[in-house]
Protein backbone atom coordinates (compact mmCIF):
# COMPACT_ATOMS: atom_id res chain seq x y z
CA UNK A 1 0.00 0.00 0.00
CA UNK A 2 2.97 2.55 0.67
CA UNK A 3 4.23 1.99 -2.22
CA UNK A 4 1.45 2.08 -4.25
CA UNK A 5 0.69 5.70 -2.49
CA UNK A 6 4.64 6.74 -3.56
CA UNK A 7 3.59 6.31 -7.42
CA UNK A 8 0.49 7.72 -7.25
CA UNK A 9 1.90 10.26 -5.33
CA UNK A 10 5.06 10.64 -7.89
CA UNK A 11 2.93 10.45 -10.91
CA UNK A 12 0.62 13.34 -9.70
CA UNK A 13 0.80 16.11 -12.23
CA UNK A 14 0.21 18.92 -9.34
CA UNK A 15 3.06 18.00 -7.11
CA UNK A 16 5.92 20.12 -9.04
CA UNK A 17 3.64 22.76 -8.72
CA UNK A 18 2.65 22.74 -5.76
CA UNK A 19 6.01 22.09 -4.44
CA UNK A 20 7.48 25.27 -6.16
CA UNK A 21 4.47 26.98 -5.14
CA UNK A 22 5.21 26.74 -1.44
CA UNK A 23 8.75 27.43 -1.81
CA UNK A 24 7.54 30.53 -3.46
CA UNK A 25 5.71 31.37 -0.75
CA UNK A 26 8.47 31.12 1.75
CA UNK A 27 10.51 33.42 0.04
CA UNK A 28 7.81 36.19 0.02
CA UNK A 29 7.67 35.41 3.91
CA UNK A 30 11.50 35.88 4.04
CA UNK A 31 10.61 39.37 2.19
CA UNK A 32 7.53 41.18 4.06
CA UNK A 33 7.39 39.36 7.06
CA UNK A 34 9.95 40.18 9.99
CA UNK A 35 9.56 38.29 13.45
CA UNK A 36 11.42 35.57 14.95
CA UNK A 37 11.46 33.72 11.68
CA UNK A 38 11.58 35.78 8.84
CA UNK A 39 13.79 38.61 8.21
CA UNK A 40 11.41 40.50 6.41
CA UNK A 41 14.11 41.71 4.26
CA UNK A 42 13.73 41.95 0.15
CA UNK A 43 17.74 42.56 0.37
CA UNK A 44 18.00 38.68 2.15
CA UNK A 45 15.28 37.16 0.17
CA UNK A 46 17.08 37.52 -3.07
CA UNK A 47 20.13 37.02 -2.10
CA UNK A 48 19.12 33.58 -0.70
CA UNK A 49 17.62 32.79 -4.14
CA UNK A 50 20.45 33.90 -6.31
CA UNK A 51 22.66 31.60 -4.20
CA UNK A 52 19.66 28.78 -4.96
CA UNK A 53 19.59 29.64 -8.50
CA UNK A 54 23.46 29.09 -8.46
CA UNK A 55 23.21 25.73 -6.23
CA UNK A 56 20.96 24.16 -8.65
CA UNK A 57 23.00 25.20 -11.77
CA UNK A 58 25.73 23.15 -9.66
CA UNK A 59 22.99 20.68 -8.59
CA UNK A 60 21.96 19.96 -12.61
CA UNK A 61 25.56 19.38 -13.32
CA UNK A 62 25.66 16.32 -10.59
CA UNK A 63 22.39 15.17 -11.58
CA UNK A 64 23.73 15.08 -14.85
CA UNK A 65 26.24 12.44 -13.66
CA UNK A 66 24.67 10.66 -11.10
CA UNK A 67 20.69 10.89 -12.22
CA UNK A 68 22.02 10.12 -15.87
CA UNK A 69 24.81 7.77 -16.30
CA UNK A 70 25.01 6.98 -12.07
CA UNK A 71 28.52 8.26 -11.67
CA UNK A 72 29.55 9.19 -8.30
CA UNK A 73 31.43 12.30 -7.97
CA UNK A 74 32.95 13.21 -4.63
CA UNK A 75 35.16 16.13 -6.34
CA UNK A 76 32.62 18.64 -7.09
CA UNK A 77 34.05 21.57 -4.93
CA UNK A 78 37.26 20.51 -7.37
CA UNK A 79 35.30 21.48 -10.37
CA UNK A 80 33.69 24.29 -8.70
CA UNK A 81 36.85 25.89 -8.24
CA UNK A 82 38.01 25.41 -11.72
CA UNK A 83 35.13 27.68 -12.57
CA UNK A 84 36.01 30.03 -10.20
CA UNK A 85 39.68 30.76 -12.23
CA UNK A 86 37.72 31.63 -15.24
CA UNK A 87 37.02 35.45 -13.78
CA UNK A 88 40.14 35.72 -12.76
CA UNK A 89 42.06 34.96 -15.45
CA UNK A 90 39.40 36.20 -18.23
CA UNK A 91 38.13 39.27 -16.71
CA UNK A 92 40.57 41.20 -14.73
CA UNK A 93 43.00 43.69 -16.70
CA UNK A 94 46.18 42.25 -17.35
CA UNK A 95 48.61 42.85 -13.72
CA UNK A 96 51.76 45.55 -15.11
CA UNK A 97 55.12 43.97 -15.00
CA UNK A 98 53.86 40.25 -14.71
CA UNK A 99 54.05 39.58 -18.50
CA UNK A 100 57.56 40.85 -18.73
CA UNK A 101 58.78 39.46 -15.43
CA UNK A 102 58.35 35.86 -16.49
CA UNK A 103 54.91 35.30 -18.51
CA UNK A 104 56.33 33.99 -21.69
CA UNK A 105 58.70 31.78 -20.04
CA UNK A 106 55.48 30.37 -17.87
CA UNK A 107 53.57 30.09 -21.09
CA UNK A 108 56.52 27.96 -22.68
CA UNK A 109 57.06 25.97 -19.55
CA UNK A 110 52.76 24.92 -19.87
CA UNK A 111 53.31 24.45 -23.18
CA UNK A 112 56.51 21.54 -22.38
CA UNK A 113 54.27 20.25 -20.06
CA UNK A 114 51.39 19.03 -22.10
CA UNK A 115 53.67 18.45 -24.79
CA UNK A 116 55.61 15.61 -22.74
CA UNK A 117 51.96 14.20 -21.35
CA UNK A 118 51.49 13.50 -25.21
CA UNK A 119 55.36 12.60 -26.13
CA UNK A 120 54.96 9.69 -23.26
CA UNK A 121 51.84 8.36 -24.68
CA UNK A 122 52.67 8.54 -28.24
CA UNK A 123 55.87 6.87 -27.14
CA UNK A 124 53.83 4.41 -24.86
CA UNK A 125 51.60 3.27 -27.77
CA UNK A 126 54.90 3.39 -30.29
CA UNK A 127 56.85 1.04 -28.06
CA UNK A 128 55.13 -0.49 -25.67
CA UNK A 129 58.55 0.15 -23.54
CA UNK A 130 58.08 1.56 -20.19
CA UNK A 131 61.91 2.33 -19.90
CA UNK A 132 60.93 4.59 -22.78
CA UNK A 133 58.00 6.06 -21.44
CA UNK A 134 59.81 6.89 -18.20
CA UNK A 135 62.50 8.92 -19.91
CA UNK A 136 60.43 10.68 -22.00
CA UNK A 137 58.46 11.97 -18.85
CA UNK A 138 61.38 12.40 -16.62
CA UNK A 139 63.20 14.53 -19.55
CA UNK A 140 59.98 16.42 -19.51
CA UNK A 141 59.86 17.05 -15.95
CA UNK A 142 63.31 18.26 -15.87
CA UNK A 143 62.89 20.77 -18.77
CA UNK A 144 59.10 22.09 -17.52
CA UNK A 145 60.77 23.20 -13.95
CA UNK A 146 63.47 24.58 -15.30
CA UNK A 147 61.20 27.10 -17.04
CA UNK A 148 58.66 26.94 -14.87
CA UNK A 149 60.35 27.61 -11.69
CA UNK A 150 62.02 31.32 -12.56
CA UNK A 151 58.66 32.23 -14.17
CA UNK A 152 57.01 31.41 -11.02
CA UNK A 153 59.27 33.48 -8.72
CA UNK A 154 59.42 36.66 -11.27
CA UNK A 155 55.44 37.09 -11.77
CA UNK A 156 55.24 36.68 -7.52
CA UNK A 157 57.73 38.79 -7.00
CA UNK A 158 55.91 41.45 -9.24
CA UNK A 159 54.58 43.81 -6.83
CA UNK A 160 53.48 41.20 -4.33
CA UNK A 161 51.54 43.27 -2.01
CA UNK A 162 48.71 44.17 -4.53
CA UNK A 163 49.06 41.86 -6.90
CA UNK A 164 51.96 39.17 -7.03
CA UNK A 165 49.76 37.45 -9.67
CA UNK A 166 50.02 37.01 -13.62
CA UNK A 167 46.35 38.86 -14.48
CA UNK A 168 43.71 38.28 -16.41
CA UNK A 169 42.80 39.38 -20.20
CA UNK A 170 40.37 42.39 -19.74
CA UNK A 171 37.78 40.20 -21.15
CA UNK A 172 33.88 40.73 -20.58
CA UNK A 173 32.63 39.21 -17.17
CA UNK A 174 30.01 37.09 -19.08
CA UNK A 175 32.76 35.57 -21.37
CA UNK A 176 34.03 33.73 -18.29
CA UNK A 177 31.36 31.84 -17.29
CA UNK A 178 31.41 30.11 -20.77
CA UNK A 179 35.22 29.49 -20.36
CA UNK A 180 34.72 28.18 -16.48
CA UNK A 181 32.88 25.69 -17.75
CA UNK A 182 35.94 24.95 -20.45
CA UNK A 183 38.18 25.05 -17.59
CA UNK A 184 36.11 22.32 -15.85
CA UNK A 185 35.34 20.06 -18.64
CA UNK A 186 39.08 20.09 -19.59
CA UNK A 187 39.50 18.57 -16.09
CA UNK A 188 36.79 16.29 -15.99
CA UNK A 189 38.20 14.78 -19.49
CA UNK A 190 41.65 14.96 -17.91
CA UNK A 191 40.01 13.15 -14.84
CA UNK A 192 38.13 10.69 -16.72
CA UNK A 193 40.50 9.56 -18.84
CA UNK A 194 42.11 7.97 -15.88
CA UNK A 195 39.37 7.03 -13.50
CA UNK A 196 36.30 6.35 -15.32
CA UNK A 197 38.03 3.00 -16.02
CA UNK A 198 37.27 2.47 -12.56
CA UNK A 199 34.51 1.18 -10.18
CA UNK A 200 32.15 2.91 -8.47
CA UNK A 201 33.46 2.96 -4.74
CA UNK A 202 37.05 3.74 -6.57
CA UNK A 203 35.50 6.58 -8.97
CA UNK A 204 34.31 8.07 -5.51
CA UNK A 205 37.79 8.14 -3.89
CA UNK A 206 39.71 9.61 -6.69
CA UNK A 207 36.98 12.10 -7.62
CA UNK A 208 37.53 13.75 -3.91
CA UNK A 209 41.07 13.56 -3.94
CA UNK A 210 41.66 15.40 -7.09
CA UNK A 211 39.17 18.05 -5.77
CA UNK A 212 41.05 18.49 -2.87
CA UNK A 213 44.09 18.68 -5.08
CA UNK A 214 42.59 21.21 -7.29
CA UNK A 215 41.72 23.05 -4.71
CA UNK A 216 45.30 22.86 -2.84
CA UNK A 217 46.75 24.03 -6.33
CA UNK A 218 44.62 27.18 -5.99
CA UNK A 219 45.65 28.00 -1.93
CA UNK A 220 49.55 27.65 -3.43
CA UNK A 221 50.55 28.92 -6.48
CA UNK A 222 50.26 32.77 -5.74
CA UNK A 223 51.06 33.58 -9.54
CA UNK A 224 47.50 31.91 -10.80
CA UNK A 225 44.93 33.78 -8.30
CA UNK A 226 47.22 35.05 -5.36
CA UNK A 227 46.95 31.58 -3.54
CA UNK A 228 45.25 32.50 0.37
CA UNK A 229 45.70 36.14 -0.29
CA UNK A 230 42.54 36.42 -2.08
CA UNK A 231 41.17 38.13 -5.27
CA UNK A 232 38.89 41.11 -5.04
CA UNK A 233 37.05 43.52 -7.24
CA UNK A 234 36.33 40.75 -9.49
CA UNK A 235 34.39 42.52 -12.68
CA UNK A 236 30.39 42.29 -12.33
CA UNK A 237 27.99 41.86 -14.79
CA UNK A 238 25.59 44.17 -13.08
CA UNK A 239 25.64 48.08 -11.81
CA UNK A 240 27.54 48.83 -8.67
CA UNK A 241 25.22 49.38 -5.89
CA UNK A 242 27.15 53.07 -5.06
CA UNK A 243 26.77 54.02 -8.67
CA UNK A 244 23.23 53.70 -8.65
CA UNK A 245 22.60 55.82 -5.32
CA UNK A 246 24.34 58.46 -6.74
CA UNK A 247 21.99 58.62 -9.87
CA UNK A 248 19.11 60.86 -9.49
CA UNK A 249 17.20 59.40 -11.30
CA UNK A 250 17.19 55.92 -9.52
CA UNK A 251 16.63 57.95 -6.55
CA UNK A 252 13.74 59.13 -7.46
CA UNK A 253 12.22 55.91 -9.09
CA UNK A 254 13.45 54.45 -5.56
CA UNK A 255 11.45 56.94 -3.57
CA UNK A 256 8.17 56.56 -5.81
CA UNK A 257 8.10 52.74 -4.32
CA UNK A 258 8.99 53.93 -1.02
CA UNK A 259 12.48 52.62 -0.58
CA UNK A 260 15.24 54.35 0.72
CA UNK A 261 17.87 54.43 -2.23
CA UNK A 262 20.28 52.67 -0.20
CA UNK A 263 18.32 49.15 -0.19
CA UNK A 264 16.56 49.82 -3.33
CA UNK A 265 19.72 49.73 -4.97
CA UNK A 266 20.31 46.14 -3.43
CA UNK A 267 17.31 45.03 -4.26
CA UNK A 268 17.83 46.03 -8.14
CA UNK A 269 21.92 44.64 -8.35
CA UNK A 270 20.00 40.77 -6.58
CA UNK A 271 16.90 41.38 -9.00
CA UNK A 272 19.43 42.00 -12.12
CA UNK A 273 21.43 39.09 -10.95
CA UNK A 274 18.55 37.21 -10.82
CA UNK A 275 17.60 38.09 -14.37
CA UNK A 276 20.85 36.38 -15.69
CA UNK A 277 21.00 33.56 -13.55
CA UNK A 278 17.58 31.96 -14.61
CA UNK A 279 18.36 32.74 -17.93
CA UNK A 280 21.60 30.88 -17.74
CA UNK A 281 19.56 27.78 -15.41
CA UNK A 282 16.22 27.34 -17.78
CA UNK A 283 18.79 27.47 -20.95
CA UNK A 284 20.70 24.53 -19.39
CA UNK A 285 17.10 23.06 -18.10
CA UNK A 286 16.01 23.12 -21.53
CA UNK A 287 19.07 20.96 -23.08
CA UNK A 288 19.32 18.66 -20.49
CA UNK A 289 15.74 17.70 -20.80
CA UNK A 290 15.92 17.43 -24.95
CA UNK A 291 19.28 15.78 -24.11
CA UNK A 292 17.48 13.24 -21.59
CA UNK A 293 14.46 12.99 -23.96
CA UNK A 294 16.80 12.23 -27.03
CA UNK A 295 18.33 8.72 -28.17
CA UNK A 296 21.64 9.72 -26.13
CA UNK A 297 19.40 10.02 -23.09
CA UNK A 298 17.51 6.86 -23.46
CA UNK A 299 21.13 5.20 -24.34
CA UNK A 300 22.51 6.82 -20.91
CA UNK A 301 19.80 5.70 -18.64
CA UNK A 302 19.98 2.02 -20.18
CA UNK A 303 23.68 2.17 -19.06
CA UNK A 304 23.04 3.55 -16.14
CA UNK A 305 20.48 0.24 -15.27
CA UNK A 306 22.58 -2.15 -16.90
CA UNK A 307 26.07 -1.56 -17.83
CA UNK A 308 26.49 -5.40 -18.54
CA UNK A 309 23.48 -5.26 -21.23
CA UNK A 310 24.66 -1.95 -22.87
CA UNK A 311 28.17 -3.36 -23.69
CA UNK A 312 26.18 -6.43 -25.16
CA UNK A 313 24.59 -4.82 -27.25
CA UNK A 314 27.49 -2.61 -28.94
CA UNK A 315 27.89 0.46 -26.63
CA UNK A 316 31.26 2.31 -25.59
CA UNK A 317 30.08 2.40 -21.94
CA UNK A 318 33.34 4.53 -21.27
CA UNK A 319 33.35 6.34 -23.86
CA UNK A 320 29.62 7.87 -22.61
CA UNK A 321 30.36 7.92 -19.39
CA UNK A 322 33.42 10.22 -20.25
CA UNK A 323 30.92 12.41 -22.28
CA UNK A 324 28.47 12.80 -19.40
CA UNK A 325 31.00 13.68 -16.56
CA UNK A 326 32.78 16.00 -19.18
CA UNK A 327 29.48 17.63 -19.28
CA UNK A 328 28.17 17.80 -16.14
CA UNK A 329 31.55 18.93 -14.83
CA UNK A 330 31.36 21.82 -17.64
CA UNK A 331 28.07 22.81 -15.82
CA UNK A 332 29.24 22.85 -12.83
CA UNK A 333 32.10 25.18 -13.88
CA UNK A 334 29.76 27.74 -15.13
CA UNK A 335 28.26 27.99 -11.95
CA UNK A 336 31.56 28.28 -9.78
CA UNK A 337 32.38 31.14 -12.31
CA UNK A 338 28.98 32.69 -11.92
CA UNK A 339 29.66 32.49 -7.92
CA UNK A 340 32.89 34.28 -8.28
CA UNK A 341 30.96 36.76 -10.08
CA UNK A 342 28.14 37.10 -7.50
CA UNK A 343 30.75 37.35 -4.61
CA UNK A 344 33.20 39.71 -6.74
CA UNK A 345 35.79 37.52 -4.33
CA UNK A 346 38.14 34.67 -5.52
CA UNK A 347 39.32 32.58 -1.88
CA UNK A 348 40.56 29.29 -2.16
CA UNK A 349 40.30 28.57 1.70
CA UNK A 350 36.15 29.16 1.37
CA UNK A 351 35.71 25.96 -0.55
CA UNK A 352 35.39 23.11 1.67
CA UNK A 353 33.65 19.88 0.79
CA UNK A 354 30.80 20.24 3.52
CA UNK A 355 29.28 23.26 1.08
CA UNK A 356 30.13 22.46 -2.02
CA UNK A 357 30.50 18.46 -1.75
CA UNK A 358 28.07 17.30 0.62
CA UNK A 359 25.36 19.57 0.52
CA UNK A 360 24.89 19.71 -3.45
CA UNK A 361 24.23 15.66 -3.16
CA UNK A 362 21.73 16.48 -0.27
CA UNK A 363 19.92 19.07 -2.80
CA UNK A 364 20.19 16.38 -5.69
CA UNK A 365 19.18 13.17 -3.60
CA UNK A 366 16.05 15.44 -1.73
CA UNK A 367 14.76 16.90 -5.01
CA UNK A 368 14.82 13.62 -6.84
CA UNK A 369 17.59 12.41 -9.03
CA UNK A 370 17.23 11.73 -12.24
CA UNK A 371 14.73 14.59 -12.74
CA UNK A 372 15.96 18.25 -13.75
CA UNK A 373 13.22 19.98 -12.29
CA UNK A 374 13.79 17.77 -8.90
CA UNK A 375 17.39 19.12 -8.72
CA UNK A 376 16.36 22.90 -9.37
CA UNK A 377 13.73 21.88 -6.22
CA UNK A 378 15.90 20.62 -4.10
CA UNK A 379 18.80 23.09 -4.48
CA UNK A 380 16.75 26.15 -3.89
CA UNK A 381 14.92 24.17 -1.14
CA UNK A 382 18.08 23.24 0.92
CA UNK A 383 20.23 26.52 0.43
CA UNK A 384 17.25 28.36 2.16
CA UNK A 385 16.93 25.92 5.16
CA UNK A 386 20.84 25.82 5.06
CA UNK A 387 20.83 29.47 5.94
CA UNK A 388 17.51 29.79 8.16
CA UNK A 389 18.41 26.45 10.10
CA UNK A 390 21.25 29.64 11.55
CA UNK A 391 18.64 31.35 12.66
CA UNK A 392 16.10 29.08 13.75
CA UNK A 393 18.26 26.73 15.33
CA UNK A 394 19.01 28.68 18.07
CA UNK A 395 15.85 30.09 18.87
CA UNK A 396 14.56 26.58 18.71
CA UNK A 397 17.29 25.62 21.05
CA UNK A 398 16.72 28.85 23.48
CA UNK A 399 12.47 27.53 23.49
CA UNK A 400 13.74 24.29 24.62
CA UNK A 401 15.99 25.48 27.14
CA UNK A 402 13.98 28.15 28.51
CA UNK A 403 12.27 25.72 31.63
CA UNK A 404 15.81 24.48 32.32
CA UNK A 405 17.86 25.94 35.10
CA UNK A 406 20.94 27.84 34.71
CA UNK A 407 23.77 25.32 34.88
CA UNK A 408 26.65 23.44 32.23
CA UNK A 409 24.08 21.73 30.49
CA UNK A 410 21.95 24.62 29.62
CA UNK A 411 24.88 26.22 28.47
CA UNK A 412 26.19 23.69 26.24
CA UNK A 413 22.90 23.49 24.51
CA UNK A 414 23.39 26.79 24.07
CA UNK A 415 26.84 26.85 22.89
CA UNK A 416 25.95 24.04 20.82
CA UNK A 417 23.14 26.12 18.81
CA UNK A 418 24.87 27.53 16.00
CA UNK A 419 25.57 23.62 14.60
CA UNK A 420 22.12 23.02 14.42
CA UNK A 421 21.89 23.13 10.36
CA UNK A 422 24.00 20.32 10.19
CA UNK A 423 21.18 18.80 12.41
CA UNK A 424 18.58 19.76 10.77
CA UNK A 425 20.40 18.55 7.08
CA UNK A 426 20.74 15.42 8.37
CA UNK A 427 17.23 15.08 9.87
CA UNK A 428 15.53 16.80 6.32
CA UNK A 429 17.86 14.09 4.52
CA UNK A 430 16.51 11.12 6.79
CA UNK A 431 13.42 12.23 6.30
CA UNK A 432 13.29 12.55 3.02
CA UNK A 433 14.87 8.68 2.66
CA UNK A 434 12.52 7.93 4.83
CA UNK A 435 9.07 9.01 3.09
CA UNK A 436 10.09 9.73 -0.23
CA UNK A 437 12.83 7.77 -1.11
CA UNK A 438 13.09 8.70 -4.91
CA UNK A 439 13.39 12.30 -3.58
CA UNK A 440 10.31 15.05 -3.41
CA UNK A 441 10.02 15.32 -7.72
CA UNK A 442 11.47 11.51 -8.50
CA UNK A 443 12.01 10.55 -11.94
CA UNK A 444 9.14 10.03 -14.62
Known amino acids: MATNRQAAASTNPWRAPILFGVLAILFVLEGTVRNSMFSGSWNTSLAILNMGLLSAITALGVNMQWGYAGLFNVGVVGFLAMGALAPVLVSLPPVEGAWAAGGTR ?97 LAIATLGIGEIIVAVMKNEDWLARGVKNITSIPRPVAQEVALQRNPDFVDFAASW ?7 SGIWVKLSYMSLFLVVLLVIILLAELALKSPWGRMMRAI ?46 SYNPLRYTFLIWVMVIVGGSGNNWGAVLGAVTIWFLWIKAEVWGPAMIAALTGPLADGPVKAHLLDSAPHMRFIAMGAVLLLVLRFAPRGLLPEK
Not at 179 to 200: D, E, M, P, Q, T
Not at 328 to 348: E, F, N
Open 106 to 202: LMLALAVGLGTLAMAKLAWTRTRSGIMTAVVLIGGFVAYRWLFDPAVIAIEGNNPARHGNIGGLGLPVLLSWAVGGLFAAAAAWAIGKVALGLRSDY
Open 258 to 264: GFPAAEA
Open 304 to 349: RDNETAAEAMGKDVTRRHLQVFILGSAVIGVAGAMMVTLDGLLAPT
